[in-house]
C-alpha cells in the first residue's frame, strides 16, 4: 500500500506538467473504476452482465441533469445520483439474479437496452440522441473549484485511489470470500447456511454504484452526458477490459483498461481502419494469450505472485 | 499466508507502476515527437466520423478541406508557414470526439479546430473549445441551438454550415405555392426519429402553415434512423393516405425509403417534399426515381449556376474522384474564412482570428450572390445558396428551382429566435 | 403515445389486415436471420454475434455478383452458398478453439471479427452506401390483398422464407443429418465416441446458420441500402427474436420474429417513439417468466 502512494505521488507529479498524461489518468480513473466494478460482477461473483453500461449512464445522465437545474450542490447532486444507483441496481438486480447462467446476463443487456431506449425518446428531459447540451456546471463547494482542470484532476485521483482501496477491502474480507463461493460452488454454499442470493444482490448493487460513480466523473470531465454512455458497446467495453488485463488478478482490470485506453488512442493516431486494427490486436490476445495480461504475467512469475485464492483460474 | 499475500501484493504494485510508466514514456514520447514538428507547420486539427455508416461525411469533409488548404499553400500558405490538416476518427461518439479534440490540441499542437462532428458530437467538442479557448469552426452541424442559444455559443466557435431553420424558412416558402396551386391540404410527417430529424421537419411545418394556414399535419411516423427496412411506415403512410409527405430522410436511408416506397407504388398517390433529396450520391443511387418529387439543394454543382460553382466542382471532382456533397462545400467555406483572417491579421492566434472572423464576408461560388457572411451576433454563416426545386432523372438533377429570399429568411429568423427567448 | 390511433385501428378491418401483413413481412427476413442463430446456439452452444456480419457480407456479394453476372437468382443462391462457406471456415479456424471456454471469449472472438469485417467491407465497396436496385423480374405493381398492398416481390419472400422454414423443420425433426444434430445438442462426447466425425457436423451446422444469414442479406438486398455497419442492426433484432422464441428453437424463432414484426407494426401507430423500448420490454417480460423462451426447451 506505501508503494501505492508513492505511485500516487509520482503520477500527480508528473501530470501537473504535461496535460495529455494528464488526460490519459482521468480517463484511466474513469474506466478504471468501470473495469473494477464490472470485475467484482464477473470475475469474484461469477456473475456475467452485458448490461453494466446502464449504471455508468445513469450516473452520468442522473448528475447531469440535477446539476442544470442549477439549484443543487456538487456535493449533493453526487450522494442523490449515487443513491438512485443504487435503488436502480436493487430493483432490477433482483429481478435479474433470479435467472441462471447466460440468461443472467442478457436479461441485464434487456433492461440496459430499454433505459437507452428511454434516454433516446424522452427528448425533454434528456436531450435525447444530443444528449445534455450546455455543459454542466460546476459551483465551488467547500472551497473546492473544479471548474480548475487541475483541481478536478486532484478530486478524480483521490475518488479513484479511495474506490481501489474500498473494493480490496471488500474482496479481502469474508464478505469477498462468501462471493468467491458463490461463483465457485453455489450449492455448497447454500448447503453452509449462506444466503446465496442476498449477496448476489449486495454485489449488483455495489458494482453498480460503482460504475455510476464512474458515469459522474465522466460527465464532469466531457461536461455533457450521451445517449452510448448507456449502449452496449460500452458493456462491451467493460468486458474487454477485464478479459485483456485479467480477471483472477485484482488489478488486472485497471491494467485492462489503461491497455484499452493506450491501444484506441494509438490506432486512431495511425490509421483510418481502427476496427480492422484492433479486431487483429485482439484476436491475437484472446486466441494466442488466452488469458488477460496480468493473468499471463503472474502465472509465468510463478510462485511469488501467487496467493491460492486469488490467482486461480476462473471457471465460469 | 499472510506473508505470501504481502509479496504478492508488492508484485502486483510493481507491475503497476511498470505498466504506468510504461504507458507515460509511450505518451510522453509521441508528445515529444509532435512538438518537434510543429515549428513551421500551422496544424488544423479535424475530429470527424470515418467509419460506420455516415463514413461519407468524414470523407467529403475532409476532401473539402484540403482542397482549400492546398490551395493556400500552393499560393505560399502564411508567409512561408504552410497549413496541416490533422484529421481524427471519432467513430461519432461524442466522448471520444471530445477526447480526439483534446488529443488534437494538447499532443497534436493543433491551433485550431476544424469541427466536422454531427450534431451530437458537436456539442461535446463546443465544451471542450470553450475550456481551451481554441478557435473552433463547426462545418456540419445543422443544429440551430449550437450558435442562437446563448447559453450554448461560445465567442470562439464559428458554425460555417447550413441551418435547419434556414432550409425550413426556404422550404415552408417554396411549398405554400403548391398548397394553393394543388390543394395540398392533408399533409403527413415520415422523419428520422433523432434531433434533425424531428428539429427541421416541427421547423418546416411552423413556416409552412404561416404561409398556407389551411395545412393540415394530418399524421406522423418516425423511422429510427438507419432503420433498414421502412415496411411499417409505408404501410401507415398508405392507410392514412396524405395527399403530400414531407420527410427529412437522407442518404442511404431516403435510397431505400424510396426503393421500398416503389414496391407500394406510394408515390403516385402523394407528392413528396425532402430537403436532402438534390444530392449526388443519393441521386446517383436511386434506381428508379419517381416523378415530381420536391427537393431543396444540398450541393449541385448547377445551383448557384455561375461558373465559379460549376468550375470548383470540377477541380474537386478531379482531385478526389468522387463529386463534392454538402459537407464538401462547407469545410471547404469554413477553412476559407480561417485563411482569410490569417491573411489579414498574419496571425495564428485564436482570439485574434476570432476577432476578424466575426461579421467577415468573403466571395464563394456558394453564396447567394456570390458572398458569404459570417454573422456577428451568433456566429454562424447567411447569405449562403438555398434553392428548391423539382427532381429530374438525369443531370442537372434539379430543375425550376427557386432560390429563398434571404430578406425573408432573416426576418422570420429573427422572430422565431424571440419567440423562443433567444434574444 | 397514441392511443386513440391505435384504437382506431384495431376497430378497422382493412387497419387490421395491413398492419398483420406488415407484422408478417418484416417478421419473414428476421426469421431467416434468426433462424440460422438459433440453430447454431441451440446445437454449438455458441451465441454467434458475427452473425449479423454475415447478413452483411450476403448483401454484399449478393451486390457484386448481381453486377457481374445481371441475374438475381444466381447472385443470391451463388452468394449465399459463398457465406456459408465463409462461415464454415470461420468456425473450424477460430470458434472451434473456444468451444470450451467461457462465453466472453467467445463473445471477444465475434466482437474481433466484426470489427474486422466492417473495415474489410470498407475496404472492397467503399464507403459510400450501396444499392441493388429490383431486378426486373419483379419490378411488378403491387398487388391487392383484402383491401390493401402487398407487394409481389414481398410475396415472393415470404413464400421462400416459409418454403425455408417448413424445410429446416423437415431437416432437423425428418432426416438422418437432423439426428445427428439433435443427438450433438444433447452429447457430443457421447457422440464422437459412437463414431461420428462431429466436428465436421459442426462446421457443417455453422455453414447452414451462416448460410440463412447469408441468404437473408442477399434477398434483401433489392430492397435495402447497404453500407458498413449494416449488421449490427439485423443482430439485435435476430438476437432478441432468438431469445423470445427460445434459444434452439426453430419453430419459436418463427412465431418470435411474426410477433416482433407486428409489435413493430402496432408500434409505429401506437407508441411511434418507442418502437425499440416496446421491444425489450418485451424481452426482459419473456425473460423473467420463462427464460428458456416461448418455445425453448430446457438445455440439458
Redesign the interface.
Known amino acids: ?1 506505501a ?2 502512494g508513492c ?1 500516487a505521488v ?2 500527480l507529479a ?1 501530470a501537473f506538467n ?4 494528464a ?2 489518468v482521468l ?1 484511466l480513473t474513469i474506466f478504471g473504476s468501470y473495469a473494477l466494478s464490472l470485475n467484482l460482477l ?1 470475475g469474484y461473483t461469477g456473475l ?1 452482465s452485458f448490461g453494466h453500461a446502464m449504471f455508468f449512464g445513469f450516473g452520468a445522465y442522473a448528475f447531469g441533469l440535477l446539476m442544470q437545474t442549477e439549484r443543487v450542490s456538487i456535493p449533493l447532486a453526487f450522494a442523490a445520483s449515487i443513491a438512485g444507483a443504487a435503488v436502480l441496481a436493487v430493483s432490477i438486480g433482483a ?1 435479474c439474479i ?3 447462467d ?2 443472467f ?3 441485464t443487456l ?2 440496459q ?2 433505459l437507452h ?2 434516454i ?2 424522452w ?1 425533454s428531459v434528456t ?5 445534455l ?3 454542466i456546471p460546476r459551483p465551488p463547494f467547500f472551497g473546492v473549484d473544479l471548474s480548475h ?1 487541475k483541481q478536478f484532476f486532484v478530486l478524480a485521483c483521490v475518488i479513484f485511489f479511495g474506490l481501489v482501496l474500498l473494493v480490496r477491502q471488500i474482496v479481502e474480507s469474508p464478505f469477498g470470500y462468501s462471493l468467491r463461493m458463490v461463483r465457485d460452488n453455489p450449492e455448497r454454499a447454500l448447503a453452509l447456511g449462506l444466503a446465496v442470493q442476498r449477496y448476489k444482490l449486495a454485489a449488483f448493487v455495489i458494482s453498480g454504484t460503482i460504475a455510476a460513480n464512474a458515469g459522474i466523473m ?1 460527465s464532469l ?4 452526458a ?1 445517449p ?2 448507456a449502449y452496449w458497446t460500452l458493456s ?1 467495453d467493460g ?2 477490459m477485464i ?1 485483456l488485463g485479467g480477471m483472477t ?3 488486472g482490470p ?2 485492462g483498461a ?2 484499452f485506453l ?1 491501444l484506441n ?2 490506432i ?2 495511425t490509421t ?5 486494427v ?3 490486436v ?2 491475437s490476445v ?2 494466442g494469450l ?1 488469458r488477460g495480461v ?1 493473468d499471463f ?2 502465472e509465468r ?1 510463478g510462485n ?4 491460492a485464492l ?1 490467482t486461480r483460474r ?3 | 499466508m499472510k506473508k505470501v499475500s504481502k509479496l504478492g501484493a508488492s508484485r502486483r504494485e510493481f507491475l503497476k507502476s511498470a505498466a504506468a510508466t510504461a504507458a507515460f514514456a509511450a505518451v510522453g514520447g509521441l508528445a515529444r515527437s509532435a512538438r518537434g514538428q510543429s515549428k513551421e507547420v500551422i496544424k488544423i486539427g479535424q475530429p470527424t466520423i470515418l467509419s460506420g455508416r455516415v463514413a461519407r461525411l468524414g470523407e467529403s469533409s475532409r476532401n473539402g478541406a484540403q482542397l482549400a488548404i492546398d490551395g493556400f499553400n500552393a499560393a505560399g500558405g502564411l508567409n512561408g508557414r504552410m497549413l496541416q490538416l490533422v484529421t481524427r476518427d471519432s467513430k461519432g461518439r461524442p466522448d471520444e470526439a471530445a477526447r480526439v479534440v483534446r488529443e488534437l490540441i494538447n499532443t497534436d499542437k493543433c491551433s485550431i479546430i476544424l469541427d466536422s462532428e454531427a450534431s451530437s458530437a458537436a456539442f461535446a467538442v463546443q465544451e471542450v473549445i470553450r475550456q481551451t479557448g481554441t478557435l473552433c469552426m463547426h462545418a456540419c452541424s445543422e443544429t440551430t441551438s449550437l450558435t442562437a442559444d446563448p447559453k450554448i455559443r461560445a465567442a470562439n466557435a464559428f458554425r460555417c454550415a447550413r441551418q435547419d431553420i434556414h432550409d425550413s424558412i426556404a422550404g415552408g416558402q417554396y411549398a405554400a405555392q403548391f398548397v394553393k396551386q394543388q390543394g395540398l391540404k392533408r399533409w403527413m410527417i415520415c422523419s428520422p426519429d433523432y434531433a434533425y430529424g424531428r428539429d427541421v421537419s416541427a421547423l418546416f411545418f411552423h413556416f409552412l402553415k404561416q404561409n398556407a394556414p389551411s395545412v393540415e399535419v394530418v399524421s406522423e411516423t418516425w423511422p429510427k434512423l438507419f432503420a433498414p427496412d421502412y415496411t411499417e411506415n409505408i404501410t401507415k403512410i398508405l392507410q392514412v393516405k396524405p395527399q403530400a409527405l414531407y420527410s427529412a430522410l437522407y442518404g442511404g436511408d431516403l435510397v431505400t425509403f424510396i426503393d421500398q416506397g416503389n414496391l407500394y407504388g406510394l408515390f403516385e398517390q402523394l407528392t413528396l417534399f425532402d430537403p436532402n433529396m438534390a444530392d449526388y450520391t443519393t441521386l446517383e443511387a436511386v434506381k428508379k426515381l419517381p416523378k415530381g418529387i420536391h427537393s431543396g439543394d444540398r450541393y449541385l454543382s448547377t445551383f448557384p449556376a455561375t461558373k465559379a460553382n460549376a468550375d470548383w466542382a470540377a477541380e474537386y471532382q478531379k482531385k478526389f474522384n468522387v463529386p463534392p456533397i454538402n459537407w464538401s462545400w462547407q469545410n471547404y467555406v469554413g477553412m476559407t474564412f480561417i485563411i482569410e483572417a490569417m491573411k489579414k491579421t498574419g496571425s495564428v492566434d485564436s482570439k485574434t482570428l476570432a476577432d476578424a472572423i466575426r461579421g467577415m464576408t468573403i466571395d464563394s461560388p456558394f453564396g447567394a450572390d456570390g458572398k458569404i457572411t459570417m454573422r456577428t451576433e451568433d456566429q454562424t454563416i447567411i447569405n449562403y445558396a438555398i434553392g428548391w426545386g423539382v427532381i429530374i432523372p438525369n443531370a442537372p438533377y434539379l430543375e425550376n428551382i427557386e432560390p429563398a429570399n434571404w430578406n425573408v429568411i432573416l426576418e422570420l429568423e429573427k422572430d422565431w429566435k424571440k419567440k423562443k427567448g433567444y434574444i | 403515445m397514441n392511443l386513440p390511433a391505435l384504437l382506431d385501428c384495431v376497430s378497422s378491418s382493412s387497419c387490421v389486415v395491413t398492419q398483420v401483413s406488415t407484422g408478417l413481412i418484416i417478421g419473414m427476413l428476421l426469421f431467416l436471420v434468426a433462424s440460422g442463430l438459433t440453430l447454431i446456439f441451440g446445437v454449438l452452444g455458441v451465441i454467434n454475434f458475427t452473425h449479423g456480419s454475415f447478413y452483411m457480407l450476403g448483401a454484399y456479394f449478393a451486390l457484386t455478383a448481381y453486377r457481374v453476372s445481371g441475374s438475381y437468382f444466381e447472385a443470391v443462391i451463388v452468394r449465399a452458398l459463398g457465406v456459408a462457406v465463409f462461415g464454415v471456415v470461420f468456425e473450424r479456424l477460430f470458434i472451434s478453439s473456444v468451444y470450451n471456454s467461457n462465453v466472453l471469449m467467445q463473445l471477444l472472438v465475434c466482437y474481433a471479427f466484426i470489427l474486422i469485417l466492417d473495415d474489410v467491407v470498407k475496404i472492397v465497396w467503399g464507403t459510400d452506401f450501396q444499392t441493388m436496385g429490383m431486378p426486373s423480374t419483379f419490378a411488378l405493381p403491387p398487388i391487392h390483398l383484402f383491401g390493401g398492398f402487398v407487394p409481389p416481390f414481398y410475396v415472393f419472400l415470404t413464400g421462400l422464407t416459409v418454403a425455408a422454414a417448413v424445410g429446416l423443420s423437415v431437416l432437423v425433426n425428418k432426416t438422418r443429418f437432423g439426428k445427428l444434430v439433435r443427438a450433438a445438442a444433447v452429447n457430443r462426447q457421447m457422440l464422437a465416441c459412437l463414431g461420428v466425425n462431429t466436428s465436421l457436423l459442426y462446421g457443417a451446422v455453422f455453414g447452414l446458420g451462416s448460410l440463412l444469414a447469408g441468404a437473408a442479406g442477399a434477398l434483401a438486398a433489392p430492397v435495402r441500402s447497404m453500407s458498413p455497419e449494416m449488421g449490427f442492426s439485423i443482430l439485435i433484432e435476430s438476437f432478441i427474436v432468438t431469445v423470445i422464441g427460445g434459444m434452439g428453437s426453430i419453430i419459436g424463432a418463427f412465431f418470435a420474429a411474426v410477433l416482433v414484426g407486428i409489435i413493430r407494426a402496432v408500434g409505429s401507430i401506437g407508441y411511434p417513439l418507442f418502437t425499440d423500448g416496446l421491444m425489450f420490454a418485451f424481452m426482459a417480460l419473456v425473460l423473467l417468466v420463462k427464460p428458456t423462451g416461448l418455445f425453448g426447451r430446457k438445455l440439458a
Open positions: 500500500m508503494l501505492s505511485l509520482i503520477v508528473l504535461n496535460p495529455q498524461f488526460d490519459f480517463r464477473i456475467v429481478l433470479r435467472l441462471k447466460i440468461y446476463g442478457i436479461l434487456a433492461f437496452m430499454l431506449a428511454v433516446l425518446s427528448v436531450g435525447g440522441d444530443q444528449g447540451q450546455g455543459g482542470p465522466m470531465y466531457v461536461s455533457g450521451y452510448n454512455f462491451g468486458i474487454l478479459m488478478v485484482f488489478l485497471i491494467v489503461g491497455i493506450l488512442g494509438i486512431t493516431r483510418e481502419y481502427s476496427g480492422l484492433m479486431g487483429i485482439l484476436l484472446v486466441l488466452r496480468l504475467v503472474v512469475c511469488l505472485g501467487r496467493a486469488f476462473i471457471e465460469l
